[in-house]
C-alpha cells in the first residue's frame, strides 16, 4: 500500500493506472474507520483493479461551533486497517495542499444541501461537495463508494456527478451496523456509556417506524408521531432535528408514503448529533 500526500502525485499515478487499462475505485473517508468504512473499501477492492481510500479531515464541512478540532482521529489504526485490506493507495492530504492560499470554489447544489441535515447544518454540503469533487478530480475513478448511513450526501453526489457528466458511478452500500442495531459512526466514540445506551433508540425507533408502515400506517403524521412518542421514552436524547418521511431523491417531507420513502432521523444524544435512516417501501396500489 503505497501512501501519498500530494494531490498531483495522486492524480499522477491514477492516471498511469487508467492508461494501462486499469479501474480505479475511490473511497473517500475522515478517518477514524470502522466497519462501515471498511465495508465500502472492501466492495471497491472486489470491484476494481486499484483501490484508493482517501482519509481527510475536511474542515469546508464543519460549522464554526462542530467538531472539527476534536473530531477522532486514528491515523495508526487506519493504516493498519486498510493495508489488512491490501488496498493500493491511501490518500492522506492536509489542509494547505487541499485549500492552499487563494483557493475560492465551492460547489453549491442548490435546494437538496438545505433540506434534512442542511437546514441544520448550513454550508455542511457544499464544504461535502466540493472536497468530493477536488477529490474526483484528483483520482478520476470509475467508481466511488458511499454510505447509505449518510443518505442525503449520497443523493447530493450523484447529483454532482450527474449535473457536472463526471461519468463516475457512485455506489451506495448498505449501513453497517453494531450487534445491537446502532450505525457505526467514527462520533460513536464521543459517547459515554450511558449515552451509547441511548442511542440504540434511533434504530429502535426507526424499525418501529418502518414495522407501522409495513402494517399499513402510511399518513406520515401518523408515522411521526409514533416516532416521536418512542424518541421521547428516552431521556437522553437532548434534541431532535428531524424525525420523519422523506422523498429518496428530492428528499422532501412526504404527506404519505407512496412507492419508497426514506425514514431518517437526526437527534443530539448528550453533546453528540448522530444521524440514521431506512428505506421502506408500500406497494404503489396502496
Ligand atoms: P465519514 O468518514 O464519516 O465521512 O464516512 C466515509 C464514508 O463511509 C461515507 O460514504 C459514509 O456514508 C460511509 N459510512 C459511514 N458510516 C457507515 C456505516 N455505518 N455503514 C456504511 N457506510 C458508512
Do not use: W
Request: hydrophobic residues 40%.
Amino acid at each position: 500500500m503505497e501512501t501519498i500526500r500530494i494531490p498531483r502525485v495522486l492524480q499522477d499515478a491514477a492516471r498511469t493506472h487508467r492508461r494501462q487499462g486499469k479501474s480505479v475505485g475511490l473511497v473517500p473517508t475522515m478517518g477514524a474507520l470502522h466497519e462501515g468504512h471498511m465495508s465500502l473499501v472492501r466492495m471497491a477492492r472486489r470491484e476494481n483493479d486499484i483501490t484508493v481510500a482517501s482519509i481527510y479531515v475536511n474542515p469546508k464541512q464543519f460549522g464554526p461551533s462542530e467538531d472539527l478540532s476534536k473530531y477522532p482521529r486514528d491515523l495508526e489504526a487506519d493504516l493498519a486497517k486498510l493495508e489488512k485490506e491490501d488496498i493500493n493507495i491511501v490518500f492522506l492530504p492536509d489542509d494547505s495542499l487541499m485549500y492552499p492560499a487563494g483557493f475560492s470554489t465551492r460547489v453549491e447544489v442548490e435546494a437538496l444541501s438545505d433540506r434534512l441535515c442542511g437546514a441544520f447544518r448550513p454550508r455542511h454540503f457544499s464544504g461535502v461537495a466540493t472536497v468530493v469533487t477536488k477529490l474526483f478530480n484528483i483520482v478520476s475513478p470509475l467508481r466511488a463508494y458511499f454510505g447509505q448511513k449518510d443518505f442525503q450526501q449520497a443523493v447530493i453526489i450523484k447529483r454532482i456527478v450527474k449535473d457536472l457528466d463526471m461519468g463516475i458511478d457512485v455506489a451506495v452500500c448498505p449501513t453497517i451496523r453494531e450487534p445491537d442495531g446502532l450505525a457505526m459512526s467514527s462520533r460513536n466514540r464521543y459517547l459515554s456509556e450511558e449515552e451509547r445506551a441511548a442511542a440504540t433508540i434511533i434504530y429502535r425507533c426507526l424499525s418501529e417506524a418502518a414495522g407501522a408502515v409495513k402494517s399499513g400506517i402510511i399518513q406520515v403524521d401518523t408515522l411521526k408521531k409514533v416516532m416521536r412518542e418512542k424518541l421521547m421514552t428516552e431521556p437522553l436524547v437532548s434534541k431532535v432535528d428531524y424525525c420523519s418521511a422523506y422523498d429518496p431523491e428530492r428528499l422532501e417531507e412526504l404527506e404519505q408514503i407512496k412507492g419508497e420513502a426514506l425514514l431518517a432521523i437526526a437527534l443530539t444524544i448528550g453533546a453528540t448529533r448522530l444521524i440514521d435512516n431506512l428505506l421502506v417501501s408500500v406497494p404503489s396500489s396502496t
